[in-house]
Every structure is written in C-alpha cells, then in structure tokens.
C-alpha cells in the first residue's frame, strides 16, 4: 500500500512539472517585480540571474523602471519593405522583466509591408490605429498550411499564435497605415523568412535552395545577394 501510494505521488508530481514545462513560455515572476538592470558589479544586485536579467535592488526601483514614452513618434519607413518597428520589450521598459508581455508600434508606408515572419516566443495581438491593412498567418503542416488572413481598418484587432509564419501589408498605395502590437512575452523574438533563409551568415549552399524552392540557381544567388545586404527590418 506504502509503494502505491509513493508511485502515485511521483506520477502527480512529474505531471505537475510536465504541465508547467508546456504551459509557461515566460517563467512566472516570484516576486512583486524583478526590474533588470545590466550592472554586474558592485553592491546593489540581487544574487539571483532571472531570466537573462540581473533584478535591480527593490530598493532603488522607481516609476521610471515601468515606463516608457515614444510610442506616438512615426517610425522611419524609408527602407526597402516600406516598414517599421518600434519595440518596447524589456530593453527599453527594465520593469517588464519577468512579466511576460511586450509592446510595439508598427508603421507602414503606402504599399509597405512586414514580410513573413516568425515570432518564436511569444503569440501576438495588433489593433490598427489608422489606415488599412491585409494581415494572415499560415497554420503548420498539421493543419494542411491554412492561410488565415483579414483586411483590417481602424479599430480592428487580429491575433496571431506563436511560431507561426504571419505577415502585415498595408494595402493602400497612398495612405500611411498605423498599429499597435502587444506580445505575449518580454522578448518575443523575431525570425524573417527571407532573412533567415536567403541572408544566412554563413550562406547556406545556393544549389540547396534551388532544390527546395525549384529555383535556378542563378536566382538563388541573386536573391541571397539582396538579403545579404538588405537591413534587417521586422526586428
């Protein structure tokens, strides 16, 4: 009876750890707050690395450490997409550490877009402030690649899920377009299709590529010629 009991007490308790690994993408704060600073030397540290981040001394945390102001300045869209982001993570905000969420403000040019992406860590929410945008993300081969896609205008709120490809486009060729994103994470992370595949540092072999997308080579090499030199935008 003894050892049943102690078998059934081990099973409850990796099941309790299994479900923490599955459902916790941040690790949940275990205190009030956990403002990151990036001193690693003298004596106003906490001796514990959450995180990635060092916890300033609770002591010396003020509103500023939860604040940020910036979000109503246009972000710089001269760039080849015709886009721009401007994040407000943990970075920018030291209060956030911990907390599992981030902001940003996404800028779009006439025509401009935010090409497929990934956000590895985080899902994503965006309302659009102004202007009108094409928004979809497509679901994994589980799921057949399933485009889900909306054109959204003002007041509108799309969701997107974590890890999966998405993109943003404003579909109008003259007006600017607006919006604001929030992220499930303090560090959502970004992977650029385009970047990643054909910007690679080293490059990945062309003759690879060409076999995987069904391209000639000679386009290959041109495409990574573009996304060897091209900023990375979706950041």
Known sequence: MKGLVQFLVAKIILLALASSFVYCYDPNPLQDYCVATN????????????????????KLVTANDFYYSGLNIPGNTNNRLG??????DVSLI?????LGVAIARLDFAPGGQLSPHIH????QIILVLKGELSVGFVSSNEYNYTLFSKVLYPGDVFVFPIGL???HANNNK???????SAYGSQNPGVIPVGNTVFGSNPLIDPKLLAKAFAL???????VQRVFSSDADIVN
Request: with cysteine.
């Open 165 to 167: 490809v998405q993109f």
């Open 174 to 180: 003259k007006k600017n377009a607006v919006a604001i």
């Open 39 to 58: 001193e690693t030397n003298g004596g106003n540290l906490s001796i514990f690395f959450v995180n990635g981040k060092f916890c300033e001394d609770p």
């Open 94 to 98: 030291p209060g956030l550490n911990t």
């Open 120 to 123: 590895p860590r985080a899902s």
């Open 83 to 88: 886009a721009s982001i401007t994040n407000v």
């Open 216 to 222: 000639d080579v000679k386009i290959v090499r041109h």
